[in-house]
Structure formats: C-alpha cells, structure tokens
Nanobody, 119 residues
Framework: QVQLVESGGDLVQPGGSLRLSCAAS????????MSWYRQAPGKQRELVAA???????SYADFVKGRFAISRDNAKNTAYLQMNSVKPEDAAVYYC?????????????WGQGAQVTVSS
C-alpha cells in the first residue's frame, strides 16, 4: 500500500529551525511531484513548497527565503527545512505525492506532522 510517513514535527522557538521528513513507500517515488502543505486551526490547507521529479522547486511567498524543500530519491524521502520560524508557521504539515498531471486525482497524502511554535 501507499504510505507517506512524516516525521520531525516538534516544538520550536520563534526564529528557530526544524526539519521535516516524508518517507514514501508503495509508489515509484522518482516520478512524483512532492509537496508540503500546511493547515492551521480555522484556516484552509495551503501549499508551502513543491519539488518536481527533476528537482525544480517552488515556494509560497510567505516562506520564500526561509524554507527549503528537497528530495533524496535514493531514500524515497522528501524534506522540508524550516528556518527563521515564525509563530504563524504553526500548523499541521502534510506531505503529498502528486502525479495528477498524468492522471487527475492521483494524489497521496501523509497523516501530518504537528509543528508548534512557542518560546
């Protein structure tokens, strides 16, 4: 079965750093677009960052210069490096594996990793 397992969610201080990991199984990882989304209480889920199968990255304006998405195809793992964390970054962060450009609706999700920002 397809599994996306996030890890690394934690309590982090404002201005601090955190690295989230997403380990994938059950998919041909190398061909998928990998993304990180987040959802805060009372807010809609929003795209944070994405990385293509070729390694091209894109970011939401609110994380540009602070977050970095990457992937290690040998480990079937995607990462989100979060630096200079702000209180408004607190959310549940979801990993996704997306092949919907090939087949609409082919989009898998992890269960989420809680990121709490507090001093």
């Amino acid at each position: 079965q397809v599994q996306l397992v996030e890890s690394g969610g934690d309590l982090v201080q404002p201005g601090g750093s955190l690295r989230l990991s997403c380990a994938a199984s059950g998919i041909i990882f190398t061909v998928y677009r990998m993304s990180w989304y987040r959802q805060a209480p009372g807010k809609q889920r929003e795209l944070v960052a994405a990385i293509t199968d070729g390694g091209s990255t894109s970011y939401a304006d609110f994380v540009k210069g602070r977050f970095a998405i990457s992937r290690d195809n040998a480990k079937n793992t995607a990462y989100l490096q979060m630096n200079s964390v702000k209180p408004e970054d607190a959310a549940v962060y979801y990993c996704s594996a997306d092949l919907s450009t090939v087949l609409p609706g082919l989009h898998y999700w992890g269960q989420g990793a809680q990121v709490t920002v507090s001093s």
